[in-house]
Every structure is written in structure tokens, then in C-alpha cells.
């Protein structure tokens, strides 16, 4: 059989770097990315950061929440440089070091909020902005939908993630 | 889904951002992405360079003025929304923001962006229109101000010179007492409107309708006016014959054709509907002037 010819593919892109410097999860980076390279892609290409899910890249999933500068954004619709200068939290700074869940985490898991899990980090990164606010939440059903009406989950049906809100607000004391 | 190749300035100042757009007919203002980013990754847009305006000195903030609420060109979505003068001043303009997407999506967006991407379906272009504000665009020859209805001019295309920066929103407050709503037709919260409508009116004491404004989107290819039904609910009660006479003659303004999202038939009913629900709810919300 004929092998394919080897496609001609750069070692490295010849897109132009800029140098950033930002914090994620605590840690100050310094790295030179390519100036399309989205945020979502840099945490989880560059720094290894793969809890931050990738779904639609057009920003309607959700999957790819993550704090910035203490906001939850789309890291899908945010570019690395945009980051530059900004503080980042993504899913793996949630759970502490020995490995106990945060209450948003463990509400989800009482719950079963979560099947594949696919759209989860996005969701707890959301809620736990939302949480951390100053602001009063709005824990009646509609307003609970509303927290959560720009994640997508395509397994559970969101009645136990409305559940695991709930529950993550008494764990915390949120009313 | 990953954006073409551009360049990319992150200038500090006003001046340097215009000089920089200026230089190339290709470039795109990025302020908060949200509109932009999408049909970059999409490649239905393809700026050769992105001049990002988040650095750049004097370009944020809210500010309550006498008659008018005045947006900085950086200011995000949720800062309006969340702004306490502007939830005691501006309730109209709370109650759209909840329709603009998610809360996510507002913490990054800004309603200078919105207004200049335009989408014939978004609620903040709607508002300034029926507000009747205005947007400072400031370019290599100085600044200009440019009314609302002169600013939205097809789909996705303002009259904004590609050399201009719009550097400021401005809403006018309503006069005391005067009633307010909005609310919008979609497949999902937090969706682009199907049809969204927004009104705002006074009335004397005999109980007539005064200044009422409506405006729509989702049903053109830019915000519109109401005007016809605007006249023929002036001077009326707004009683129910009122108001089926003014969705009949907003029929005709539904220039939207038939698309995957709805028809034209079905934005047709659902304005008119909403023409019923929005404008009671604005007239059950005004205030009669204390007597002199």
C-alpha cells in the first residue's frame, strides 16, 4: 500500500508573540503567546490547565468559565494578550490542596448535577463568581435558571443542578 | 473555530488609538470581545489588526448627569446594569440589561460595543433609540455626536467612519413620572430577541397618553421607531381598541423576512402582542405630577 506523503508541518508558528504577564490560580506567568492564541487555549495548551473545558468556541456552551479579575467570563472569547495583566481562576484552584471539594463541588456531587461532567468546571466557575459577589442572589427557581442560563448541560436536564445551587447556597450560607 | 492571523496594538492613549486605526483600513476596535471575538473564531470577520481599547486612559466609567446617563466607551454591560444611581435613575435600563445575554457574557461585553456591532436583534441599540441618545465618536478630526436614529444604519453597519472610535453613549433620562417598559420575544433567555419592544410614555390628568415612544427591534435590519402607532396612541387612553389599532398599523414596520428562527408572520403576531403587554406596563408605571 502507498503511504500519504508526510504533511509539511511548521515545527513552531511564525505568528507573532507578544509577552504577557498574568496571574492564574495564584501563580504569576510570564509567557510569549501568539496574538490569536485564545485564553482558553493558553491555559489549557500552554500552562497544562485542562479542567477548562473547550465546547463551542463561540461562546453559547459555557464549558470554558473561568474567573477573570474575580468576573466569570469566556476564556473562549477572550484572547491570551486581552488577559495580560489580569487574574485568572479556573476550576483547578476550587478544590483544595488535599483534594476536599469546595461546597459548590460537593453540592454538585450530593446532588448529581453532574453526569459526563463535561459542562461542570464552566458551571461551578459561574456559580462560584455569582456566590462570591456582594450582591443578593436570587434563589427561586427563575432565578436560579437565570444564573445558570448561560451553561449548557446536554445530559442531566438542570433540575439537579438548580437542586445542587440550592444546596451549594445553604452550604455557604448564601440566602 | 480559532481566528485568522491579525495584528494586535494595545495602545494607552486616545490619540495614539485613533492614529493606530487610522492606519489601516482592516482594523477593528476590540473593547470587550463578545461580539467580536465569535465572528473572528467563526472567520466571518477578518480584521487585519485589533486595536484594543481596554488601556487606554479615560475610556471607562458611568456618569448620572442632570438629564442623561453617560456610558465611557469600556464600560462593561454589568457595570450599567449594576450601577446604583443608574438602577434609582434609569429602571428602563436595568430591565433590558437582564435581557442581554448572561451574566458571563455582560461582565465582559460593553454596551458601547453592543451599540456599534449593531445586531438588528439587540436590546441596547433598541434602547438608545427610544431613548433618543446619542453616541460621541471621536476620530482624527475631533469629535462628533451622533443621534441614535442616525446611527444604526442596516445590519451590522453604523455610520460610524472606519477611522472613529466611539468613545461615549449617551442616555437621556425620563422626565418625572413618566412610565417605562420593555420586554422581548425569544427561544431562550438570554437569546438575541425574536422581537423586542421597549416603550415609554406620560400621561396628563384626564389619563391621555403624552410623548409616547416605542421602539422595536429583531423586526429590521436596524432599531426602529414605532412612529405610526406612536401617533395613533398620543392623546388616547391606550383602551384596548387603542392598541389594536396601533399594532395594526406596526404590521407594515416587520420588514424581517422569513428565517430560521421565526417568520415574518410569527414576528408580526409577537409585536403585536408585546404592543398590548409593554405598553399597559409602561402606562401602569407612570406617576401623575403633584398638583401645583
New interface residues.
Given amino acids: 500500500m502507498k503511504r500519504m506523503a508526510k504533511p509539511s508541518i511548521p515545527e513552531r508558528s511564525s505568528d507573532p508573540r507578544i509577552d504577557v504577564s498574568l496571574t492564574v490560580n495564584g501563580e504569576t506567568i510570564h509567557r510569549a503567546v501568539s496574538v490569536r492564541m485564545l485564553l482558553s487555549d493558553f491555559l489549557r495548551h500552554e500552562l497544562g490547565l485542562t479542567g477548562t473545558h473547550v465546547g463551542c468556541e463561540h461562546g453559547v456552551c459555557g464549558c470554558c468559565t473561568v474567573l477573570i479579575d474575580g468576573k466569570a467570563g469566556r476564556s473562549c472569547l477572550t484572547l491570551a494578550v486581552q488577559a495580560n495583566g489580569t487574574e485568572i481562576r479556573t476550576i483547578e484552584s476550587v478544590a483544595e490542596a488535599d483534594g476536599t471539594l469546595h461546597p459548590i463541588q460537593q453540592a454538585f456531587k450530593e446532588c448529581h448535577a453532574l453526569q459526563c461532567g463535561y459542562c461542570t468546571p464552566g458551571m461551578v466557575m459561574n456559580i462560584l463568581a455569582r456566590f462570591e459577589e456582594p450582591y443578593p442572589l436570587d434563589l427561586s427557581d427563575a432565578g436560579v435558571r437565570d444564573m445558570l442560563s448561560g451553561n449548557l448541560c446536554r445530559c442531566t436536564g438542570y433540575i439537579n443542578i438548580i437542586a445542587a445551587v440550592r444546596r451549594a447556597a445553604e452550604l455557604l450560607g448564601r440566602t | ?8 496594538r ?1 495602545p494607552t492613549t486616545l490619540d495614539d488609538a485613533i492614529k493606530i486605526l487610522a492606519s489601516d483600513a482592516d482594523a477593528a476596535v ?1 473593547a470587550g ?2 461580539s467580536l ?2 465572528a473572528m ?2 472567520r466571518a470577520a477578518n480584521p487585519t489588526l ?1 486595536v ?1 481599547i ?1 488601556h487606554v486612559d479615560g475610556l471607562r466609567g458611568v456618569t448620572v448627569e442632570d438629564h442623561r446617563i453617560a456610558v465611557r466607551a469600556m464600560t462593561r454591560h ?1 457595570e450599567l446594569e ?1 450601577h446604583p444611581e443608574v438602577q434609582r435613575t434609569h429602571p428602563l435600563i436595568a430591565e433590558a440589561m ?1 435581557h442581554v ?5 455582560r ?2 461585553g460593553t454596551v458601547v460595543g453592543s451599540l456599534c456591532h449593531a445586531d438588528p436583534s439587540a436590546e441596547m441599540p433598541l434602547i438608545l433609540v427610544l431613548l433618543g441618545g446619542t453616541v460621541i465618536a471621536q476620530g482624527p478630526l475631533g469629535a462628533r455626536e451622533i443621534a441614535a436614529e442616525d446611527f444604526f444604519q442596516s445590519f451590522l453597519t453604523t455610520t460610524r467612519r472606519p477611522d472613529e472610535i466611539i468613545v461615549e453613549a449617551r442616555f437621556p433620562l425620563l422626565p418625572p413620572g413618566a412610565g417605562w417598559a420593555f420586554d422581548e420575544v425569544t427561544r ?3 437569546d438575541y430577541a425574536l422581537v423586542g419592544l421597549g416603550c415609554t410614555l406620560s400621561v396628563d390628568g384626564q389619563g391621555r397618553a403624552k410623548n409616547l415612544r416605542l421602539a422595536a427591534c429583531g423586526i429590521a435590519d436596524r432599531p426602529v421607531r414605532l412612529k405610526a402607532a406612536e401617533a395613533i396612541l398620543t392623546g388616547t387612553t391606550l383602551q384596548s381598541g387603542d392598541l389594536n389599532a396601533a399594532a395594526a398599523a406596526s404590521t407594515a414596520a416587520v420588514t424581517q423576512s422569513d428565517e430560521a428562527n421565526a417568520s415574518a408572520s410569527y414576528r408580526r403576531r409577537a409585536l403585536t402582542a408585546l404592543i398590548h403587554r409593554i405598553v399597559a406596563k409602561a402606562a401602569a408605571r407612570t406617576r401623575p405630577r403633584m398638583v401645583q
Fill in positions: 473555530m480559532k481566528p485568522s492571523l491579525f495584528g494586535y494595545a476590540l470581545g463578545q471575538l465569535p473564531n467563526f485589533l484594543d481596554q454589568r449594576l437582564a445575554a448572561h451574566v458571563p457574557i461582565n465582559r431562550r433567555h438570554g
